[in-house]
């Protein structure tokens, strides 16, 4: 694989399920993120990590959980789904080691609908 | 609060320039970024600003004003496949993303 991939490409889940949403990058980059995108709304960040082992909260956190296990994998979960959270969902990561630019590079995203 | 603002949408001609701009009102800057969108795709790398000035790639050029908190994206010679939206961001001083809502370019033939 070159990039990052996103798992799976479209899902439709009923409210109330746990859901995975799986990322994975080959670059060897420290930091990843994920976001979501709302019609009319510029991409919310929900949560970041910056290297392995460490997560943060962005924007919009609620309802969603992370883990950065080793460098590669950033899955998003969703405990308890509810219709709100219908989105498109993108995995981004970066090299934001000093010197860098933080060029954040995505997947091909999600799309999640919650009934 | 943060804000990010660049018109919802524009139309051009094909062959013809376009001027995309982006004010933006952020805590901090450290660069602003210019990403492409083609619908139901992924947003990809376009520019970086982190000076003042112009900056040109082939067709592309992003120029930013840092004490106007403003940008612009220009493209040249505009092809059909240029149709996408733009999207313009600004990292802050948390070394965060604001993203805009970005801007849907149609270009007609």
């Known amino acids: 694989i070159a990039g990052i991939t996103q798992a799976p490409t479209s899902q439709i889940l009923a409210a109330g399920r746990r859901m995975t949403l799986r990322c994975t990058q080959d670059m060897r980059h420290n930091a990843m993120y994920w976001y979501r995108q709302d019609l009319g709304l510029g991409l919310r960040l929900i949560h970041y990590?910056?290297?392995?082992?460490?997560?943060g909260k962005g924007e919009v956190p609620d309802g969603y959980s992370v883990s950065r296990a080793n460098t590669d994998d950033f899955p998003l979960t969703l405990a308890s789904a509810v219709p709100s959270q219908t989105s498109v969902y993108f995995c981004?990561?970066?090299?934001?080691?000093?010197?860098?630019?933080?060029?954040?590079?995505f997947g091909p995203g999600t799309r999640l609908t919650v009934l | 609060g943060q804000n990010i603002d660049q018109p919802t949408e524009m139309t051009a001609t094909e062959g013809a320039i376009v001027q995309i701009n982006c004010t933006y009102q952020?805590?901090?800057?450290?660069?602003l970024f210019w990403y492409q969108q083609h619908a139901g795709e992924a947003p990809t790398f376009l520019s970086y600003?982190?000076l003042d000035g112009l900056e040109e790639k082939g067709r592309f050029s992003s120029f930013l004003s840092r004490s106007k908190g403003y940008s612009y994206l220009l493209l040249k010679e505009l092809q059909m496949k240029d149709s996408a939206s733009y999207l313009c961001?600004?990292?802050?001083?948390?070394?965060?993303?604001?993203w805009g809502a970005g801007t849907k370019l149609i270009i007609k033939p």
């Open positions: 981004a990561s970066s090299d934001s080691t000093s010197g860098g630019t933080d060029t954040q590079y």
């Open positions: 990590s910056n290297t392995a082992g460490t997560t």
């Open positions: 961001a600004v990292m802050d001083s948390n070394y965060q993303l604001i």
């Open positions: 600003n982190v």
């Open positions: 952020t805590s901090g800057f450290n660069g």
